[in-house]
Nanobody
Framework: QVQLVESGGGLVQAGGSLRLSCAGS????????VGWFRQAPGKEREFVAT????????YYADSVKGRFTISRDNAKNTVYLQMNSLKPEDTAVYYC????????????????WGQGTQVTVSS
C-alpha cells in the first residue's frame, strides 16, 4: 500500500507560478512511477505529467509542455510539479497517483491516488 498526500495548491493570478508536492509513504516509494492528473468542474480527469521510478523518463500533456516540470526527490519520498505561466484553464483539482516502476499516461493504469489539491488561476 502507498499513501499519497498532495499539497501546494492555492489561488494565483494568470502568469503566476505554483509548486505542488506529492508526499509518499508506505511501501518503497522509489519503486513507483508517479503521475499528476487534474480534473476541472464538469470535465473528466486528465493526464498532466508523469515521472518514472528513476526520474529518468518524463511525459507531459501537450497543454502543459514547456510550462510545467515534474521532478522527484526519492530521499524525501516526494514528487513535485512546478507550474509556471499559469492560465485560467489550468484551474482544477490536481491529483498525484502512483504505479510500480513504469510511467504511463493513462489514468486507469495507476493504483494509488491522493485526495487532491485545488489550483485556481484567476484572469
Amino acid at each position: 500500500q502507498v499513501q499519497l498526500v498532495e499539497s501546494g495548491g492555492g489561488l494565483v493570478q494568470a502568469g503566476g507560478s505554483l509548486r505542488l508536492s506529492c508526499a509518499g509513504s508506505g511501501r518503497i516509494f522509489i519503486n513507483y512511477a508517479v503521475g499528476w492528473f487534474r480534473q476541472a468542474p464538469g470535465k473528466e480527469r486528465e493526464f498532466v505529467a508523469t515521472i518514472s521510478w528513476t526520474g529518468g523518463i518524463t511525459y507531459y500533456a501537450d497543454s502543459v509542455k514547456g510550462r510545467f516540470t515534474i521532478s522527484r526527490d526519492n530521499a524525501k519520498n516526494t514528487v513535485y510539479l512546478q507550474m509556471n505561466s499559469l492560465k485560467p484553464e489550468d484551474t482544477a483539482v490536481y491529483y498525484c497517483a502512483a504505479r510500480e516502476f513504469i510511467a504511463v499516461v493513462s489514468t486507469t493504469e495507476y493504483d494509488y491516488w491522493g485526495q487532491g489539491t485545488q489550483v485556481t488561476v484567476s484572469s
